[in-house]
């Protein structure tokens, strides 16, 4: 049971836009920046974008996020195959004193 | 471009110590915090624990009896011990970086798989 909550899966067309969703509380995100991670299947989990306007250099100004209260958004606009991928929310949970994750949502461009 | 390797045992015995080292390439290891993460198969992200480079550590509440996190500053590595592993420490191992408490983990090792069995 992870203390952020993730859709399992969502899908859209290429081209189309879709945003992933992030729930947690005021320790976690409500309080603290969160991160959002891509996993290619067999890879690494990679640094994507942050609230904090954190972007590794090569992420395409398509992706964005977002963070209102106690939940967060990952957007991506003009879906493209290569897409595809496991996306994970993450942040510090200041209660726990711990990293903390969502349990991933699986992304399908259809 | 700084790397990071994840090395150690792919095979850990039930009961026993699971050791795993993570070795900074391409940049120095101070000034930032270094975490442990893993995934279980088929499963999501686990926050193991981070060190600062100067000694500091802090493990995930689930995992803290079992967890020690160390440093070696002039080797440019820093290493996970995870006591009395059962199958449910099964997973893939990751070390990763990042500037600040409640940064991006922005650069990741590739992971090492460890798998616990007798």
């Known amino acids: 049971q992870s203390v952020l909550t993730q859709p399992p899966s969502v899908s859209a067309a290429p081209g189309q836009t879709v945003t992933i969703s992030c729930s947690g509380s005021?320790?976690?995100?409500?309080?603290?920046?969160v991160s959002w991670y891509q996993q290619l299947p067999g890879k690494a989990p990679k640094f994507l974008i942050s609230?904090?306007?954190q972007r590794p250099s090569g992420i395409p100004d398509r992706i964005s996020a977002s963070r209102s209260g106690t939940s967060a958004t990952l957007g991506i606009t003009g879906l493209q195959t290569g897409d595809e991928a496991d996306y994970y929310c993450?942040?510090?949970?200041?209660?726990?004193?711990?990293?903390?994750f969502g349990g991933g949502t699986k992304l399908t461009v259809l | 471009q700084v790397q990071l390797q994840e090395s150690g045992p792919g095979l850990v015995k039930p009961s026993e110590t699971l050791s795993l080292t993570c070795t900074v390439s391409?940049?120095?290891?101070?000034?930032?915090?270094w975490s442990w993460i893993r995934q279980p198969p088929g499963k999501g992200l686990e926050w193991i624990g981070y060190?600062?480079?100067?000694?500091?550590?802090k493990s995930s509440p689930s995992l803290k009896s079992r967890v020690t996190i160390s440093v070696d500053t002039s080797n440019n590595q820093f290493s996970l011990k995870l006591s009395s592993v059962t199958a449910a420490d099964t997973a893939v191992y990751y070390c990763?970086?990042?500037?600040?408490?409640?940064?991006?983990?922005?650069?990741w090792g590739h992971g090492t798989v460890v798998t616990v069995s007798s």
């Open positions: 391409g940049g120095s290891i101070t000034s930032y915090y």
């Open positions: 005021s320790p976690n995100i409500g309080n603290n920046y």
């Open positions: 060190i600062y480079y100067s000694g500091r550590t």
């Open positions: 609230d904090s306007n």
């Open positions: 990763a970086r990042s500037k600040y408490l409640n940064d991006p983990f922005d650069v």
């Open positions: 993450g942040t510090w949970d200041s209660s726990l004193s711990a990293g903390v």
